[in-house]
């Protein structure tokens, strides 16, 4: 399992993603003492689960670290939500009829 953001630049439909799906798991993920919810979208390829996180904080123009301005303010956020939700990830994500679960 791969597990990235799923960053759009500032666009809703990124063609980087056309073929990932929704995998209708939202998850509450606990982070700086706050939960967030998140999304997740799948893609099969090549023998490969891609595990997309979606989250409103991936989807802004520039680079994944900041933009003309400057790195963006809550990076530290954003990159400790990624790491919580690629842990989850395996856990509850339905990937193939079933999760990876705890041995992985």
Not at 1 to 13: A, C, D, E
Not at 78 to 102: I, M, Q
Request: glycine share 8%; hydrophobic share 35%.
């Amino acid at each position: 399992m791969v597990v990235s953001p799923r960053y759009s630049n500032g666009s809703p439909s990124d063609k980087r993603f056309a073929n990932a799906v929704d995998v209708g798991c939202p998850t509450k993920i606990y982070c700086f003492s706050i939960v967030k919810e998140v999304s997740f979208f799948h893609e099969y390829r090549e023998g490969v689960d891609w595990v997309f996180v979606d989250h409103p904080s991936y989807h802004r123009p520039g680079t994944p670290y900041g933009d003309i301005h400057g790195a963006f303010d809550d990076n530290q956020f954003r990159f400790t939500l990624l790491c919580h939700a690629a842990c989850e990830a395996p856990l509850v994500l339905p990937l193939g009829g079933f999760s990876y679960g705890e041995k992985c």
